[in-house]
T-cell receptor, first 111, second 114 residues
Framework: GENVEQHPSTLSVQEGDSAVIKCTYSDSASNYFPWYKQELGKGPQLIIDIRSNVGEKKDQRIAVTLNKTAKHFSLHITETQPEDSAVYFC??????????FGTGTRLKVLA | EPEVTQTPSHQVTQMGQEVILRCVPISNHLYFYWYRQILGQKVEFLVSFYNNEISEKSEIFDDQFSVERPDGSNFTLKIRSTKLEDSAMYFCASIQGLANYGYTFGSGTRLTVV
């Protein structure tokens, strides 16, 4: 079945620096790749997503890139702020809408 | 913004007892899901539900688990005889349909089995 690997497991950056989180997936049929932010005690919140027919998508300080050939996709957060501190999960999905999540990255933005 | 509502937020139960976790998906959504997250671990798929039946379930979703949409608004997850290892956060999610893959998750129910 599908497997999603996510790295790093923890990431500390200085406020204003960029953060990059990387994921790889195994199932070439996966065609949708969302990123979720989870704050303490809350459910995951969708922050950005990308479909397999697109290589890059940007929304203000957040961008996602997808390399279908290599089966990896990355989340880029620029100009990080303390409120970006959270756990970030990547996921891969195919037509069944079942998400396979990565193991999560705990991002700490140091003021 | 429409929300997925889950109740209770925290449930403590004795091992062997039955629990029902409740979810109210977004009203025009058609696909419903339960996921769980054991403390500090990744979010794992349990089951998907569409058109009043299970469309897919994981190995975790054994005979002790069942789902129901009893009244057209609520979506419930029942665990018949809870085990210690069922302790986790349980998240409900829904999506509108084919054109929209992005789940809306509820805020979760923390289940503690003692």
């Amino acid at each position: 079945g599908e497997n999603v690997e996510q790295h790093p497991s923890t990431l500390s950056v200085q406020e204003g620096d960029s953060a990059v989180i990387k994921c790889t997936y195994s199932d070439s049929a996966s065609n949708y790749f969302p990123w979720y932010k989870q704050e303490l005690g809350k459910g995951p919140q969708l922050i950005i997503d990308i479909r397999s027919n697109v290589g890059e998508k940007k929304d203000q300080r957040i961008a996602v890139t997808l390399n279908k050939t290599a089966k990896h996709f990355s989340l880029h957060i620029t100009e990080t702020q303390p409120e970006d501190s959270a756990v970030y999960f990547c996921a891969a999905a195919s037509g069944t809408y079942k998400y396979i999540f990565g193991t999560g990255t705990r991002l700490k933005v140091l003021a | 913004e429409p929300e997925v509502t889950q109740t209770p937020s925290h449930q403590v139960t004795q091992m062997g007892q039955e629990v029902i976790l409740r979810c109210v998906p977004i009203s025009n959504h058609l696909y419903f899901y339960w996921y769980r997250q054991i403390l500090g671990q990744k979010v794992e798929f349990l089951v998907s539900f569409y058109n009043n039946e299970i469309s897919e379930k994981s190995e975790i979703f054994d005979d002790q688990f069942s789902v129901e949409r009893p009244d057209g608004s609520n979506f419930t997850l029942k665990i018949r005889s809870t085990k210690l290892e069922d302790s986790a956060m349980y998240f409900c999610a829904s999506i509108q349909g084919l054109a929209n893959y992005g789940y809306t998750f509820g805020s979760g129910t923390r289940l503690t089995v003692v």
